[in-house]
């Protein structure tokens, strides 16, 4: 990467995965200080660790990616950082092998030229708002206390948040390559939202019931929807143009139980059955399913 933009992009897992092999990815072993063997020894991939200099590692449990995310804003300097996932990654072709088709840094840089922000296509729910969807599959107390948040530290956001909660679809999973600045401005942003709302559910302010492994990742959730909100917030504002924003298709790396995900969006509307695992659930493990 002699010429043209720096790219960083981090690939978020917590355990040993096959990586790209573009030298602009950075496999990062994400929830360090809670991802353990059997023995209750610390694992290690060979991968860059989340929980070096200033991290919160520790957080994972509930965080999922974003304590790379995190990590990556504090220690990586490039013109562009980006995240990815482990099994989850932009591909402009669809290949039979899907690492074959993984996004280059020969396909991107073209595209730097142009655009500020890539993300993946938007996710689309159709029977649900993104607000319904929340509330039918996870504790709707965590994203209401967050517009609390919201509109007492940025009620500037405000607007924003209330037109995006109830569309019926956005982007989704914590992927995005980002502009350094603009990085830099959202991740400041968003830490400071999900810290005051990790304060207050400590502090017993948010009610929900005793949370299982599976559910308690709620602050990598709601990222995923207060993402869109910071992103509407810029384009409203002029700050972003929509024409600085590109979708890049993303593919799952390995089978997508796309049926059993389906059941269980209608088991959680219609029968009030929340997600509980990451096979029947439009959800996340440790860094993103």
Not at 107 to 114: G, H, V
Not at 125 to 146: A, F, G, M, R, V
Not at 233 to 245: R, V
Request: hydrophobic share 35%; net charge positive; proline share 4%.
């Amino acid at each position: 990467m002699t010429e043209g933009k720096t790219v960083k992009i981090i690939v978020a897992a917590h355990k040993a995965f096959r990586m790209p092999d573009d030298a602009m990815y950075i496999p990062l072993h994400v929830g360090v200080d809670s991802n353990r063997s059997a023995t209750g020894q610390p694992l290690d991939f060979g991968y860059v660790k989340d929980n070096t200099g200033d991290n919160i590692s520790a957080k994972n449990p509930g965080y999922c990616e974003l304590t790379g995310l995190y990590w990556a804003w504090k220690h990586l300097h490039a013109d562009y950082l980006g995240l990815v996932h482990y099994r989850r990654h932009f591909t402009l072709h669809r290949t039979r092998d899907p690492f074959d088709g993984v996004l280059r840094y020969s396909e991107l840089a073209p595209m730097l030229e142009k655009y500020r922000i890539i993300v993946p296509k938007k996710r689309r729910y159709y029977i649900d708002t993104l607000y319904n969807h929340y509330k039918y599959t996870h504790y709707i107390s965590q994203l209401d206390e967050t517009r609390r948040i919201i509109e007492e530290r940025y009620p500037e956001y405000l607007a924003s948040f209330d037109k995006v909660v109830n569309r019926t679809g956005g982007y989704m999973f914590n992927m995005m390559i980002m502009d350094s600045q603009l990085l830099q401005e959202y991740c400041t942003w968003l830490f400071d939202v999900l810290f005051e709302l990790e304060r207050r559910v400590k502090e017993g302010r948010v009610p929900m019931p005793p949370l299982s492994t599976f559910q308690a990742r709620f602050y990598g959730r709601v990222s995923e929807i207060i993402f869109n909100v910071w992103l509407e917030y810029h384009i409203d504002t002029g700050e972003i143009s929509k024409k600085q924003i590109h979708e890049i298709p993303c593919r799952f790396m390995e089978n997508e139980h796309l049926l059993k995900k389906a059941v269980g969006l209608l088991m959680a509307k219609f029968f009030g059955i929340r997600y509980e695992n990451g096979d029947n659930a439009e959800s996340k493990p440790r860094c993103h399913e």
